[in-house]
């Protein structure tokens, strides 16, 4: 059932969520030794931001957005400081240069704090279209406190990156149904573009999640879906009124919705202009005389049969 949401409550019950996220992926950073990927996002990273081009990444076929998230303030440290970081990478983009990795993965970690934020906070939006208020609480307690996705926010690596972009390209194509140019296409054609940009799987995944949206859709609303467009099951014609539209009446009688006693009593015309207007006066049965002992005897018959 969905209840209706109280704005305070989820914005104290969002802030909670994503301070304990953060807390959890700041502490546990620094207790975490470099997995597989992290020692390659971050020398490529660096290169790119060195040079200006993408050759390393797209030759191992990675997407470039999260590699430059995580790489961007570690870009910024180096020249800030004026002395290259002792990180680096070959023709064959594998790294050689790892003395300064130590130094470095902390910071580069912070990078996916960005998309763990839009993660929870989509995840949030979503869950609240789709169930309510305790529906958007929930999905974001779940998405903060989920022991995989902790852990992959806590990583310099993709797979947080295009989870967010997936989830905010979801919540954009049902909410933009029906809306102008700019929320029905905009708005999910540059999520799809950034959630490719994080990861080439998207180009996959993202029709797939598309098409299980409008299926639940689908199954969500049949008696709207089944109208023709533009039309209503309110506010339909009533067949010989003249074009005229009733709203159904409520349960037990009670009528709503604008329709009056009006609409089969019309009121009078009004009164002509200059003229009094004037009440007639109609015979009653309510207090009118009760005939006396004496009036009767005027009734009676003057020739009474002997």
């Keep these: 059932?969905?209840?209706?949401?109280?704005?305070?409550?989820?914005?104290?019950?969002?802030?909670?969520?994503?301070?304990?996220?953060t807390v959890w992926c700041v502490t546990a950073s620094a207790q975490l030794s470099a997995t597989f990927d992290e020692p390659n996002y971050?020398?490529?990273?660096?290169?790119?931001?060195?040079?200006?081009?993408?050759?390393?990444?797209?030759?191992?076929?990675?997407m470039p957005l999260p590699v430059d998230a995580i790489s961007l303030p570690l870009y910024v440290w180096e020249k800030w400081r004026g002395v290259p970081f002792r990180i680096g990478s070959d023709s064959r983009s594998n790294?050689?240069?790892?003395?300064?990795?130590?130094?470095?993965?902390?910071?580069?970690r912070l990078g996916t704090l960005i998309f763990a934020w839009l993660l929870i906070?989509?995840?949030?939006?979503?869950?609240?279209?789709?169930?309510?208020?305790?529906?958007?609480?929930?999905a974001a307690l779940l998405l903060a406190t989920e022991p995989s996705i902790l852990a992959h926010s806590t990583l310099?690596?993709?797979?947080?990156?295009?989870t967010a972009c997936m989830v905010a390209l979801v919540y954009h194509f049902d909410r933009g149904r029906e809306q102008p140019w700019m929320e029905r296409v905009a708005l999910p054609g540059l999520w799809y573009g950034l959630a490719i940009l994080s990861k080439a799987s998207a180009m996959v995944f993202a029709p797939l999640c598309l098409v299980s949206m409008e299926l639940?859709?689908?199954?969500?609303?049949?008696?709207?879906?089944?109208?023709?467009?533009?039309?209503?099951?309110?506010?339909?014609?009533?067949?010989?009124?003249?074009?005229?539209?009733?709203?159904?009446?409520?349960?037990?009688?009670?009528?709503?919705?604008?329709?009056?006693?009006?609409?089969t009593h019309p009121p009078p015309a009004p009164p002509i202009k200059g003229e009094e207007p004037r009440s007639i006066a109609l015979p009653s049965p309510v207090n009118q005389p009760v005939p006396t002992q004496a009036g009767l005897s005027s009734f009676a018959d003057p020739n009474p049969a002997m």
């Design 156 to 162: 310099a690596t993709t797979d947080v990156a295009i």
């Design 216 to 263: 639940f859709r689908l199954t969500r609303h049949p008696a709207q879906n089944s109208q023709p467009p533009g039309t209503s099951p309110v506010n339909q014609p009533v067949p010989g009124s003249s074009g005229r539209s009733f709203p159904p009446p409520l349960p037990g009688g009670v009528r709503g919705g604008g329709w009056s006693d009006a609409d």
């Design 42 to 62: 971050v020398s490529n990273g660096l290169e790119g931001w060195r040079s200006g081009s993408y050759k390393l990444l797209m030759r191992q076929g990675t």
């Design 1 to 21: 059932m969905i209840t209706r949401s109280r704005p305070w409550l989820d914005r104290a019950w969002l802030i909670l969520c994503l301070l304990f996220a």
């Design 121 to 138: 906070v989509y995840g949030w939006l979503l869950g609240r279209r789709l169930a309510g208020g305790w529906g958007g609480r929930l």
């Design 95 to 108: 790294p050689i240069l790892l003395d300064d990795l130590a130094l470095l993965l902390p910071w580069a």
